[in-house]
């Protein structure tokens, strides 16, 4: 068999590749999905405020007594996997100190942020910059870092736009990051090296959690160490996440709310996209690329999307009232920027519990113009499947609005 194919089959899955990666479209993103817009087909999705039992809520108080919590328990049953809530200690320790720092105008501070349940633990590393001249506790960005550490150097030999701290610093914000792998690696065979190793019997079970849920349970450890550093305001830390860490960071925001925005770019299927719209990544590609990264039961939706209890804009809706920021790029179809536009529009009736919503408009927005607006933001970049310094400086310029 391998020997029929031989080098020629291999030369040509390498062309492929290098002409998919050129044209924008992502490796695996051509056979076999649907990129043709009257193809996708009509669907209906399941409304966030009628409960299970058939009750329409109404009043925000429902909505967080009753319905919150039942779509939040569906999202680990048959999605994300359950979040685990109990550890034995948590310890916060200090590895690095650097005053003045990007030409006088931050502080470095690095904290190993090591957790212990059932004789074991795991320590996520957290990189962080605070800007000097700051009198009192700041507002910080906390990125999910999906990428290679060198996104987050802290002696900024490397400088990336994936994680632009130099700008953060600049706006008076506070930056920090931590890197997926010390949560869970991110490959099928090892995820379990880390935040699963605590929590062992979640491998037993159809809803236990796995990378996304252990990258999200690491966020929220992120916070307690935030609640207890003096320099950090902990009721305002945005979070955000890049493609899988977007993922990550909307159900980090729906499972805690103590974080004050949530910022999803790029993050496609299982992240802000609608999953019954067939249209670039499915359920079923995503499941067999990445099966480490769902609950098993998120297996049975492989090809019947339209049998989840839930859509993804069930999963915007649970960080409401708190203001959300999801974002698509033009080369980025894969990620399906129309589905995950409408699924911030099909969030609205949840916010608007809250209060008004802005008038966004009902078909996706132009490429370069973002919509910066509370509680719901949005915006389409020019190019290709990325984070990048344009993505960053409209966070910012929510944030300003945000927090003032
Ligand atoms: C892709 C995957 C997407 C997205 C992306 C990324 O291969 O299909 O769902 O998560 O990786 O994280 O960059």
Known sequence: MLKKTGMAHRFGIRLF????????IRPGAVSGQNYDESKVGSYTLPDPLLG????????????????????LKLFEEHVYGRMPKTFDRIGFRTTREAKGMMNGSADLKETAITIARGGRSVTINLVMFLPSRAEGPVPVFLLINNRSV??????????SDFWPA???????YGVAAFQVNDAAPDRRDTFQNGVMQLYPE??????????????????SRVMDYFESEKRVDARRVALVGHSRGGKTSLW????????????????????????RRNFGETVER???????????????????????PVDQHMLIALAAPRPVYVTNATRDLWADPTGTYLALLHARPVF????????????????????????????LREGKHNLEGYDWENFIRLAQLHFK
């Not at 130099?166 to 008076?172: D, P, S, T």
């Open 166 to 172: 130099e700008k953060v610093i600049a706006a008076g």
């Open 252 to 275: 980090a925001c729906a499972q805690d709310t103590r974080f004050a925005i949530c910022i999803s770019n790029n993050s496609g299927n299982t992240g802000a996209a609608l999953s």
């Open 150 to 159: 060198r996104n987050t150097a802290p002696d900024r030999d490397t400088l």
């Open 52 to 71: 299970r039992d058939g009750r329409v809520i109404a009043d925000a108080r429902t909505w967080e007594q009753v319905r919150r919590p039942e779509l």
């Open 17 to 24: 590749i290098i002409l998919s990666v050129l044209s924008g």
């Open 202 to 219: 979640e491998l037993q079970r159809p809803d236990g959690m796995k990378a996304i849920g252990s990258w999200a349970w690491a966020a």
């Open 286 to 308: 995503i499941n067999t690329s990445f099966p480490h990264w769902f609950a098993d039961n998120y297996k049975k939706y492989n090809g019947r999307e339209s049998e989840l």
């Open 352 to 379: 608007r519990l809250y209060g008004p919503v802005p008038d966004l408009p009902e078909t996706l927005p132009a490429a370069g113009s973002p919509y910066i607006s509370l509680p719901l933001s949005y915006h």
